[in-house]
């Protein structure tokens, strides 16, 4: 038995991808032919060490672990069409690593692994003003100005099993109006109280006013932090400072994009719709608070309102495919 070399494999978070495995039988082997004496694992390697079982199949019946329900599955004739690829939906941001395919039929056995990488974060967004200021036309193009795009509600379903909590209403790309919660608090119950999971009012009327939940997917270019500002900027003065880099104020879009990447930076910074971030991927108290994400400035206490253009910060430069489509 043999199985082909496969590269490896990407997906966008809340869709779907499939992990080739394909093997061919050595004519002649013992074993016979029925798919009943065909075994299928499918295991995911994590970095400690452990194994994970993602699925097992044999002569029509199926195992699946936990974490996957209904969310994976292999061909139905895996051995006459030689492929024990697995489909994986709903794809989530922590399903991504090392995985392993392996074949047993009869005295044969054949394994190989591959890795997934799963792009694309949600995140949320207001209104430079004040929570809850934007209609849903409004959300709309507040995402595709932060270089991003309204999120799906399959998209904030996935944000939500990866950890996203946040007690802030928001529109989504269906018109209707959502938040994740992971940890149930008073003030965040919803419809579902005191039960985990993504809150929803419904389709709701689109002059209502709200925030939003923006998707970006890969980041193409790069986000990054002069090594040569030694001084905090002004908004004005770190966009000019971008541009003596042929580059542009990143987005917030871009910092996610970024961020998902592994961009970890301890320094708040411009971004080009005049907020203050930074973003964590590596957690320590004095950054965030020990805690992952992107940490935001705001102006009042109530997690509202930008920074003054006056005040100084660092900033995050964005070079890449957008720029140049910018400057055309």
């Known amino acids: 038995m043999t199985m082909q070399k496969n590269r490896p494999a990407t997906g966008s978070l809340a869709g779907r991808v499939v992990l080739p495995c394909h093997f061919s039988i050595t004519p002649g082997s013992p074993g016979g032919s029925p798919e009943e004496e065909l075994r299928i694992k499918w295991t995911k390697l ?12 044999q002569g029509g019946v199926l195992k699946v672990g936990q974490a996957y329900m209904t969310r994976v599955s292999v061909p139905s004739h895996a051995l006459s069409a030689g492929d024990a690829s697995l489909m994986v ?6 399903d991504a690593g090392l995985y392993r395919c392996e ?3 009869g005295m044969e056995d054949t394994q190989d692994t591959i890795s997934l990488n799963v792009t694309g974060v949600v995140f949320h967004y207001r209104a430079k003003s004040s929570r809850y200021t934007l209609d849903f036309p409004q959300a709309v193009q507040a995402c595709h100005s932060a270089d991003a795009a309204i999120a799906t509600p399959e998209q904030l379903m996935a944000a939500f099993e990866d950890g996203l909590d946040q007690c802030d209403a928001g529109w989504l790309a269906d018109q209707s109006v959502r938040y994740p919660i992971t940890v149930p608090r008073p003030g965040c119950g919803g419809n579902l109280k005191n039960r985990p999971g993504v809150r929803t009012y419904g389709v709701r009327n689109p002059t209502e006013k709200y925030d939003v939940y923006c998707y970006v997917d890969k980041l193409h270019g790069d986000v990054f932090f002069p090594s040569s500002v030694r001084e905090m900027l002004t908004l004005q003065q770190a966009r000019d400072e971008c541009e003596k880099h042929n580059a542009v104020l990143a987005s917030p879009g871009q910092l996610y994009a970024a961020w998902r990447a592994g961009l970890n930076r301890c320094n708040y910074g411009w971004l080009s719709d005049g907020s203050v971030r930074y973003p964590v991927t590596v957690p320590l108290p004095q950054c965030g608070g020990g805690l992952l994400g992107i940490r935001t400035l705001y102006k009042y206490q109530n997690q509202s309102g930008y920074p003054n253009p006056t005040d100084r910060h660092g900033l995050y430069c964005f070079k890449g495919e957008t720029e140049t489509r910018r400057h055309v």
């Open 89 to 94: 939906v709903q794809l989530r941001t922590s």
């Open 103 to 105: 074949v047993m039929h």
């Open 46 to 57: 994590q970095e400690d060490g452990r194994e994970e079982v993602v699925l097992v199949a």
